[in-house]
Protein backbone atom coordinates (compact mmCIF):
# COMPACT_ATOMS: atom_id res chain seq x y z
CA UNK A 1 0.00 0.00 0.00
CA UNK A 2 1.52 2.72 -0.80
CA UNK A 3 2.19 6.12 1.27
CA UNK A 4 -0.50 8.19 -0.46
CA UNK A 5 -3.47 5.46 0.22
CA UNK A 6 -2.25 5.04 3.92
CA UNK A 7 -2.77 8.70 4.33
CA UNK A 8 -5.59 8.99 2.56
CA UNK A 9 -7.32 5.78 5.07
CA UNK A 10 -6.19 7.47 8.17
CA UNK A 11 -7.37 10.85 7.26
CA UNK A 12 -11.03 8.59 6.55
CA UNK A 13 -10.80 7.16 9.47
CA UNK A 14 -10.30 10.40 11.46
CA UNK A 15 -13.20 11.88 9.93
CA UNK A 16 -15.30 9.14 10.49
CA UNK A 17 -13.97 9.56 14.31
CA UNK A 18 -14.99 13.68 14.25
CA UNK A 19 -18.35 12.74 13.09
CA UNK A 20 -19.30 10.60 15.08
CA UNK A 21 -17.94 12.31 18.09
CA UNK A 22 -19.84 15.65 17.32
CA UNK A 23 -23.00 13.60 16.57
CA UNK A 24 -22.13 12.07 20.51
CA UNK A 25 -21.89 15.37 21.58
CA UNK A 26 -25.23 16.76 19.72
CA UNK A 27 -26.79 14.04 21.12
CA UNK A 28 -25.67 14.59 24.97
CA UNK A 29 -26.71 18.15 24.74
CA UNK A 30 -30.00 17.12 23.88
CA UNK A 31 -30.92 14.83 26.58
CA UNK A 32 -28.75 17.17 29.10
CA UNK A 33 -31.25 19.96 28.20
CA UNK A 34 -34.33 18.05 29.46
CA UNK A 35 -32.92 17.51 33.01
CA UNK A 36 -31.85 21.12 33.43
CA UNK A 37 -33.95 23.68 35.44
CA UNK A 38 -34.29 26.97 36.14
CA UNK A 39 -33.92 28.06 40.17
CA UNK A 40 -36.34 31.53 40.71
CA UNK A 41 -38.64 33.55 43.28
CA UNK A 42 -42.75 33.53 42.10
CA UNK A 43 -44.13 36.58 43.36
CA UNK A 44 -47.75 37.39 42.34
CA UNK A 45 -47.57 41.23 43.47
CA UNK A 46 -44.48 41.90 41.27
CA UNK A 47 -44.01 42.58 37.72
CA UNK A 48 -42.29 40.36 36.45
CA UNK A 49 -43.97 37.59 38.94
CA UNK A 50 -41.13 35.21 38.39
CA UNK A 51 -37.44 36.13 38.77
CA UNK A 52 -34.74 33.69 38.23
CA UNK A 53 -31.64 33.26 40.57
CA UNK A 54 -29.74 30.21 39.16
CA UNK A 55 -29.95 26.58 37.74
CA UNK A 56 -30.57 23.30 38.84
CA UNK A 57 -31.12 19.63 37.85
CA UNK A 58 -32.78 16.79 38.37
CA UNK A 59 -31.97 13.60 39.99
CA UNK A 60 -33.18 10.90 41.72
CA UNK A 61 -36.78 9.35 41.15
CA UNK A 62 -37.17 12.85 39.34
CA UNK A 63 -39.00 14.90 41.93
CA UNK A 64 -35.30 16.53 43.29
CA UNK A 65 -33.22 19.05 42.28
CA UNK A 66 -29.83 20.18 42.78
CA UNK A 67 -28.70 23.50 43.09
CA UNK A 68 -26.21 25.89 44.97
CA UNK A 69 -26.92 26.62 48.83
CA UNK A 70 -26.31 30.27 47.74
CA UNK A 71 -28.69 30.07 45.01
CA UNK A 72 -31.74 29.16 47.33
CA UNK A 73 -30.21 31.02 50.24
CA UNK A 74 -32.39 34.37 50.00
CA UNK A 75 -35.25 34.06 52.72
CA UNK A 76 -38.77 34.15 50.86
CA UNK A 77 -40.91 36.96 52.13
CA UNK A 78 -43.71 35.19 53.17
CA UNK A 79 -46.20 38.56 53.40
CA UNK A 80 -45.57 38.94 49.96
CA UNK A 81 -46.75 35.13 48.83
CA UNK A 82 -43.86 34.50 47.64
CA UNK A 83 -43.49 31.17 46.73
CA UNK A 84 -39.89 29.05 45.56
CA UNK A 85 -39.85 27.79 41.83
CA UNK A 86 -38.61 25.56 39.60
CA UNK A 87 -38.67 26.53 35.72
CA UNK A 88 -38.87 23.26 33.29
CA UNK A 89 -38.97 23.85 29.48
CA UNK A 90 -37.82 26.26 26.65
CA UNK A 91 -38.90 29.99 25.60
CA UNK A 92 -41.05 32.84 27.97
CA UNK A 93 -43.80 30.41 28.50
CA UNK A 94 -41.91 27.42 30.94
CA UNK A 95 -43.85 25.09 33.49
CA UNK A 96 -43.21 26.16 36.70
CA UNK A 97 -43.25 24.28 39.84
CA UNK A 98 -43.53 24.85 43.51
CA UNK A 99 -40.14 23.61 45.10
CA UNK A 100 -39.91 22.82 48.68
CA UNK A 101 -36.03 22.68 49.97
CA UNK A 102 -35.34 19.36 51.04
CA UNK A 103 -31.64 19.71 52.71
CA UNK A 104 -28.68 21.96 52.60
CA UNK A 105 -25.12 21.32 52.37
CA UNK A 106 -23.60 25.51 53.49
CA UNK A 107 -20.01 24.04 53.40
CA UNK A 108 -20.12 22.28 50.06
CA UNK A 109 -22.91 25.40 48.84
CA UNK A 110 -25.28 22.50 47.44
CA UNK A 111 -28.97 22.63 47.96
CA UNK A 112 -31.58 19.63 47.21
CA UNK A 113 -35.29 20.77 46.33
CA UNK A 114 -38.02 18.84 46.12
CA UNK A 115 -41.15 19.52 43.38
CA UNK A 116 -44.78 17.22 43.33
CA UNK A 117 -44.24 16.18 39.29
CA UNK A 118 -41.40 14.10 37.89
CA UNK A 119 -39.14 15.18 35.59
CA UNK A 120 -35.77 13.46 33.42
CA UNK A 121 -33.01 13.13 35.91
CA UNK A 122 -29.55 12.99 34.99
CA UNK A 123 -27.42 10.33 35.90
CA UNK A 124 -24.58 10.72 38.09
CA UNK A 125 -20.70 9.37 37.82
CA UNK A 126 -19.15 7.82 40.24
CA UNK A 127 -17.46 9.59 42.97
CA UNK A 128 -13.81 9.28 42.15
CA UNK A 129 -12.07 12.39 41.06
CA UNK A 130 -11.99 12.76 37.35
CA UNK A 131 -8.60 13.00 35.58
CA UNK A 132 -6.93 16.61 34.47
CA UNK A 133 -8.07 16.98 31.14
CA UNK A 134 -11.04 15.38 31.24
CA UNK A 135 -13.82 17.41 28.79
CA UNK A 136 -16.64 18.39 30.07
CA UNK A 137 -20.03 20.82 29.08
CA UNK A 138 -22.09 22.31 31.24
CA UNK A 139 -25.66 23.40 30.18
CA UNK A 140 -27.68 26.07 32.20
CA UNK A 141 -29.23 30.18 32.64
CA UNK A 142 -26.33 32.20 32.23
CA UNK A 143 -27.59 35.86 32.56
CA UNK A 144 -31.21 33.91 33.04
CA UNK A 145 -32.43 37.01 34.24
CA UNK A 146 -31.79 38.72 30.93
CA UNK A 147 -31.87 36.54 28.47
CA UNK A 148 -34.85 34.52 29.93
CA UNK A 149 -35.34 30.73 29.74
CA UNK A 150 -33.29 29.74 26.82
CA UNK A 151 -30.17 26.78 28.08
CA UNK A 152 -26.92 27.28 26.72
CA UNK A 153 -24.29 24.78 26.89
CA UNK A 154 -20.57 25.61 27.58
CA UNK A 155 -17.19 22.99 26.77
CA UNK A 156 -14.02 22.82 28.57
CA UNK A 157 -11.64 20.71 30.57
CA UNK A 158 -10.82 19.74 33.90
CA UNK A 159 -7.71 21.94 34.58
CA UNK A 160 -7.24 21.03 38.01
CA UNK A 161 -8.27 19.47 41.29
CA UNK A 162 -7.05 22.34 43.82
CA UNK A 163 -8.68 23.06 47.29
CA UNK A 164 -11.42 25.33 47.54
CA UNK A 165 -9.87 28.01 49.46
CA UNK A 166 -8.54 31.13 47.70
CA UNK A 167 -5.70 32.88 49.57
CA UNK A 168 -6.79 36.39 51.20
CA UNK A 169 -4.61 39.36 51.02
CA UNK A 170 -6.24 40.51 54.97
CA UNK A 171 -6.64 38.77 58.11
CA UNK A 172 -9.87 40.71 58.00
CA UNK A 173 -11.36 38.61 54.96
CA UNK A 174 -10.85 35.66 57.04
CA UNK A 175 -14.83 34.98 58.06
CA UNK A 176 -16.46 32.38 59.76
CA UNK A 177 -17.34 30.34 56.93
CA UNK A 178 -13.40 30.89 55.61
CA UNK A 179 -12.34 29.87 58.61
CA UNK A 180 -14.41 26.71 58.73
CA UNK A 181 -13.23 25.56 55.21
CA UNK A 182 -9.48 26.36 56.26
CA UNK A 183 -10.17 23.49 59.29
CA UNK A 184 -11.87 21.21 56.39
CA UNK A 185 -10.45 21.69 53.46
CA UNK A 186 -11.75 20.23 50.27
CA UNK A 187 -10.75 19.62 46.58
CA UNK A 188 -12.79 21.59 44.12
CA UNK A 189 -12.58 21.51 40.44
CA UNK A 190 -11.10 24.39 38.54
CA UNK A 191 -12.33 24.30 35.14
CA UNK A 192 -11.08 25.73 31.79
CA UNK A 193 -14.36 27.07 30.99
CA UNK A 194 -16.38 30.30 31.04
CA UNK A 195 -19.42 30.21 33.08
CA UNK A 196 -21.86 32.93 34.06
CA UNK A 197 -24.10 34.57 36.46
CA UNK A 198 -26.96 32.22 36.31
CA UNK A 199 -24.82 29.45 35.87
CA UNK A 200 -24.82 28.28 39.27
CA UNK A 201 -26.01 25.44 39.96
CA UNK A 202 -25.41 24.01 36.79
CA UNK A 203 -24.92 20.24 36.14
CA UNK A 204 -21.12 19.48 34.78
CA UNK A 205 -21.31 16.49 32.64
CA UNK A 206 -18.87 14.40 30.89
CA UNK A 207 -19.50 14.75 27.04
CA UNK A 208 -18.36 11.04 26.42
CA UNK A 209 -20.76 9.97 28.86
CA UNK A 210 -23.47 12.46 29.41
CA UNK A 211 -22.94 11.49 33.48
CA UNK A 212 -22.74 14.77 35.86
CA UNK A 213 -19.29 14.73 37.36
CA UNK A 214 -19.76 17.65 39.07
CA UNK A 215 -22.05 21.78 40.02
CA UNK A 216 -20.82 24.91 39.12
CA UNK A 217 -20.09 26.79 42.33
CA UNK A 218 -18.45 30.04 41.18
CA UNK A 219 -16.54 31.80 38.94
CA UNK A 220 -13.10 33.54 39.39
CA UNK A 221 -13.30 37.25 38.77
CA UNK A 222 -10.81 39.31 37.32
CA UNK A 223 -11.56 42.78 38.66
CA UNK A 224 -15.08 43.47 38.90
CA UNK A 225 -18.39 41.75 38.90
CA UNK A 226 -19.44 44.46 36.83
CA UNK A 227 -16.78 43.78 34.18
CA UNK A 228 -17.44 39.51 34.12
CA UNK A 229 -19.79 39.84 30.79
CA UNK A 230 -16.84 42.00 29.10
CA UNK A 231 -13.78 40.58 30.25
CA UNK A 232 -14.65 36.68 31.14
CA UNK A 233 -11.61 35.45 32.74
CA UNK A 234 -12.29 31.64 31.85
CA UNK A 235 -11.81 29.98 35.45
CA UNK A 236 -14.45 28.49 36.92
CA UNK A 237 -14.69 26.08 40.09
CA UNK A 238 -17.16 22.82 40.57
CA UNK A 239 -18.02 21.17 43.51
CA UNK A 240 -17.38 17.47 42.87
CA UNK A 241 -20.49 14.76 42.47
CA UNK A 242 -19.05 13.16 45.76
CA UNK A 243 -20.65 15.43 47.71
CA UNK A 244 -24.43 15.82 45.32
CA UNK A 245 -24.25 11.91 46.51
CA UNK A 246 -23.37 12.37 49.90
CA UNK A 247 -26.46 15.30 49.96
CA UNK A 248 -28.65 12.54 48.76
CA UNK A 249 -28.12 10.38 51.04
CA UNK A 250 -28.38 13.04 54.07
CA UNK A 251 -31.82 12.93 52.69
CA UNK A 252 -32.97 9.39 52.79
CA UNK A 253 -32.80 9.69 48.85
CA UNK A 254 -32.28 7.09 46.81
CA UNK A 255 -29.09 7.50 43.84
CA UNK A 256 -29.94 6.38 40.35
Known sequence: MSILVKSLFAFAILLTHSAGYAHNIVDIVKEAKQSVVGIGIYDPIKAPQTSLHGTGFVVANGQYIVTNNHVIAKPLDET????????????????????????????????????????????????????????????????????????????GIIASSTPVIVPTEHSSQLDAKTLRRLREPYLVYQMDATAYPGNSGSAVYEVET???????????????????????????????VKYVKQLLRSANVDIN
Do not use: C, W
Open 80 to 155: AKQKRVVLAGVGRYPKMFEAYIVEVDELHDLALLRISTKLKPFQLADSNLIPDGTEVAFTGFPIGAILGLYPATHR
Open 210 to 240: GKVVAVINKVFVKETKETILSEPSGITYSIP
